[in-house]
């Protein structure tokens, strides 16, 4: 029963966090027609800031602040040196591009902070265990990443349908020719809303950060799980990626803490021992074959065009 | 037609140098060049059969290294159990190869767009994971090769210049079927599915069985690849098979010139000659190496060929 709560929970922190690495990049592509493959580096970015911030600072909440804003501005950076340029063009030249990013920003890590992995100490207060049913205990650190990634994607989704500059980002989505002919800046608002989706995976990344190592390369596999994501829940839809990322998540960590033992009913030991990592590592992968299969438009497809 | 010319003079000089490379590389005494090569034609191979699905049917295979490691485990595995012909090991890597492409294609052609992008992805993905978790074939660490495929007499795998002449005999034998491919009724129903998909079918072609027949032989010619690495490098593991692996096969052929023959070709060749040479100046290649392909994506429309093309109209 403990097992169940807590695992259940930890799916829901990963669900959530990949939201904020998927929301971003399905903005981006949403919106701009923008497919962005070092959206994973952004992460990367983000956890490297923050390790670094917070070493300077002496302040864990001090350093995630400054490297939240960094990874904003650094997305600005790249928006209006170079992603700019790409609005219109093939997705084989966005592909193309961004994994020369990649290559770039994992190697200026590496000339940066050294191969070898940083880490970021959690302080005192956010390591303690927290009691949220009688006689289980979960870690606060990530309870308090469901609470801020849960807040994050009120705010976000409230941003989106609620403001003006929401509708805009909608309206520009859909007819991008008609929303600067009305006269909005829409160069702007296309840098805003990739800056606003570095600082999603910024967040997502050092959010993460003390849960893993920070290292070289750790944005690759999470943004493919991302992209799953985007997939699944149907490119361009919030609430389809908030879904999709959920249920990635919630299979993810129940494929790995119980396909194991599941396994070992069926099989012998060893070949279950054997079959589970790589049975449990292609759980998504299968969800979203038979996903796409079933429905090739994703699970909610936005409406558009 | 200028410009047409440069492209053709420098494809042509690309290949005598190809041929003319073991020569090279015995009168200078520069064995690693040989080496280097060998590796580059074989990558060259899987970057063409990749072209040929995405430059002239218009389907981004974003998992086409799955085909590397699939043929090359067929390799591995079949010299571990101590069948060490090649007649066996190369025609059980090319129906491999072909099968896993004939069910992956059924599924994936159900798609388009990033949505085929990510499907094709996923499915080589899981193939890196199944891999990953063949304990018997050496799992994560990989499969250690030790007897490269013996042809009975026939070629001697062995030896680094009879090797290197059957990897370029492949990649001469690929691009001269793609060629026949591309201009054979078959190729040019592909093409016209990758113009308008809608059109074609309404003229009566099925379409999907086209595109799937494509995406078969695209597959093929890659484990042959896989094959072919599996004995140059004497070994293989999970990844040969990762993403990024098929990252670099797209960025060869779209480096080079997509829907071209030899384009992907030239990418293969400037994209590894690019990486050696940049690793031997500095150990932080990629620094330099990713600005570069940005900017030949903001300024070189086209890939290296299109390149080529322009300068020679002038």
């Known amino acids: 029963m403990l097992l169940v709560v807590e695992q259940f929970l930890n799916g829901l922190q990963f669900g959530l966090l990949l939201f904020l690495l998927a929301a971003g990049l399905t903005l981006v592509f949403g919106i701009m027609d923008l497919v962005n493959l070092a959206h994973g580096s952004l992460y990367m970015m983000g956890a490297y800031f923050a390790a670094t911030f917070a070493a300077w600072t002496g302040s864990f909440l001090l350093g995630a602040l400054l490297a939240l804003g960094a990874t904003l501005v650094l997305g600005i950076v790249l928006e209006t040196s170079a992603l700019r ?134 944005g690759e596999n999470i943004l493919i799980l991302a992209f799953v994501i985007i997939v699944i829940g149907g490119i361009g839809s919030i609430r389809g990626a908030f879904l999709a990322a959920i249920f990635v998540g919630m299979i993810d960590t129940l494929g790995r803490a119980f396909l194991p033992n599941l396994l070992r009913q069926v099989l012998s030991g060893a070949a279950a021992s054997t079959a589970a990592p790589a049975l449990s590592s292609m759980l998504i992968y299968l969800l979203m074959a038979i996903v796409l299969v079933v429905r090739p438009e994703g699970l909610f497809p936005a409406n558009r065009r | 037609m200028k410009g047409l010319s440069v492209s053709k003079a420098v494809t042509a000089l690309m290949l005598a140098g190809l041929v003319l490379l073991p020569l090279y590389s015995h009168l200078s005494g520069n064995i690693f060049i040989l080496t280097l090569f060998t590796r580059i034609v074989i990558l060259a191979l899987a970057a063409a059969s990749l072209n040929l699905i995405m430059g002239f049917g218009g389907m981004m295979s974003f998992g086409h290294a799955a085909y590397l490691g699939i043929g090359g485990y067929a390799v591995g595995m079949l010299a571990q159990e101590g069948v060490g012909s090649g007649f066996i090991q190369f025609p059980v890597a090319l129906a491999a190869s072909a099968l896993y492409a004939l069910v992956i294609g059924a599924l994936s052609l159900r798609t388009r767009g990033l949505y085929f992008i990510m499907i094709t992805l996923a499915f080589a993905q899981m193939a890196y994971y199944v891999a990953s978790g063949l304990a018997r074939y050496g799992g994560d660490d990989g499969l250690t090769v030790y007897n490269r495929s013996d042809f009975s007499g026939l070629v001697n795998l062995s030896n680094r210049t009879q090797f290197y002449y059957l990897c370029l005999a492949c990649l001469f034998g690929v691009i001269f079927l793609i060629w026949r491919i591309v201009n054979s009724r078959f190729g040019l129903v592909v093409q016209g599915l990758r113009s308008n998909e809608q059109r074609m079918q309404a003229i009566g072609f099925p379409a999907k069985r086209y595109q799937l027949a494509c995406f078969v032989i695209s597959g093929t010619m890659c484990g042959l690849a896989g094959a072919l690495l599996a004995n140059n490098t004497d070994f293989v593991s999970p990844a040969v098979m990762y993403w990024t692996r098929s990252g670099d096969l797209m960025v060869m052929v779209i480096l080079g010139g997509m829907g071209t023959l030899f384009g992907p070709v030239i990418g293969a060749v400037v994209y590894l000659l690019l990486e050696e040479f940049l690793s031997q100046i500095t150990e932080y290649w990629a620094l330099i190496m990713g600005p570069l392909l940005l900017l030949i994506v903001l300024f070189g429309r086209g890939g290296i060929m299109g390149l080529l093309g322009r300068v020679g109209r002038g």
């Open chain 1, 85 to 218: 340029h790409l609005y219109g063009r093939d997705h084989l030249d966005h592909v193309l591009a961004t994994f020369g990013l990649i290559l770039f920003f994992n190697e200026a890590v590496r000339l940066i902070w050294g191969p070898a992995g940083l880490a970021l100490p959690l302080p005192a207060w956010l390591t303690v265990p927290v009691p949220i049913l009688p006689g289980i205990h979960y870690p606060a650190y990530r309870l308090a990443i469901i609470v801020v990634a849960l807040l994050v994607a009120l705010l976000l989704y409230l941003g989106v349908m609620r403001t003006r500059i929401g509708m805009l980002i909608r309206a520009g989505a859909s007819n991008r020719e008609m929303i600067g002919a009305l006269g909005i800046n829409i160069k702007l608002l296309y840098t805003l809303v990739f800056g606003l989706g570095a600082a999603l995976a910024g967040l997502a990344g050092l959010m993460q950060a003390p849960i893993l190592t920070v290292q070289i390369g750790m």
